[in-house]
């Protein structure tokens, strides 16, 4: 079964680049069968879509973020990434990595990310 | 772009039957398939419905999800409701060049 986790720091300041990784088990990072995202969460609020990538290559991102995000996959080992720059308050949020495929999408248990000094 | 607009909440009784719509602003709601997520409070979301009306392994058949083109609405039924199906709900659709789009979720109440 598709599992995925998320890992990487909880405060990062103001103006500095988010980064974080999610590590696949159960399914190759490398298939054609699914596609990898990530969402963020704020504290109370709805979803956002941030951006996916999928095994080509191709990565699709949210336009409103898109100046400031890159996601990238690392095959040797199954993992994708985050990296959001230059970072304010307003990117405090849950951030979820997930994976897509025909049957829906899985989601990781997600981690709190706060921005502040 | 587009727009999915969610009912803020919904509240029905147990065993009863409640239906979350999901409007979309501009586009027709068939043109891009919709999903619905279930997102209990303290947990990460989990897919109910993909693809309009489709159920993963293990969602109940007590949820159903179908699209009106009339009202260019997707809808979210839950049937025989439990305490357990309190939670938010998000529908989730996609636009031409395949972002994601999220409705701004709904609360069930289930008292």
């Known amino acids: 079964q598709l599992q995925l986790q998320e890992s990487g720091p909880g405060l990062v300041k103001p103006s500095e680049t988010l980064s974080l990784t999610c590590t696949v088990s159960g399914g190759s990072i490398s298939s054609s069968s699914y596609y990898w995202g990530w969402i963020r969460q704020p504290p109370g609020k709805g979803l956002e879509w941030i951006g996916s990538i999928y095994y080509s290559g191709s990565t699709y991102y949210n336009p409103s973020l898109k100046s400031r995000v890159t996601i990238s996959v690392d095959t040797s080992k199954n993992q994708f990434s985050l990296k959001l720059s230059s970072v304010t308050a307003a990117d405090t949020a849950v951030y979820y990595c997930?994976?897509?495929?025909?049957?829906?999408?899985?989601w990781g248990q997600g981690t709190l990310v706060t921005v502040s000094s | 772009n587009f727009m999915l607009t969610q009912p803020h909440s919904v509240s029905e009784s147990p065993g009863k039957t409640v239906t979350i719509s999901c409007t979309r602003s501009?586009?027709?709601?068939?043109?891009?398939?919709v999903q619905w997520y279930q997102q209990r409070p303290g947990s990460s979301p989990t897919t109910v419905i993909y693809?309009?009306?489709?159920?993963p392994s293990g969602v109940p058949d007590r949820f159903s999800g179908s699209i009106d083109s009339s009202s260019n609405s997707a809808s979210l039924t839950i049937s025989g409701l439990k305490t357990e199906d309190e939670a938010d709900y998000y529908c989730q659709s996609y636009d031409s060049s395949i972002h994601w789009v999220f409705g701004g979720g709904t609360k069930l109440t289930v008292l």
């Open positions: 693809e309009d009306n489709q159920r």
């Open positions: 501009s586009g027709s709601i068939a043109s891009n398939y």
């Open positions: 997930v994976a897509t495929l025909a049957e829906g999408s899985h």
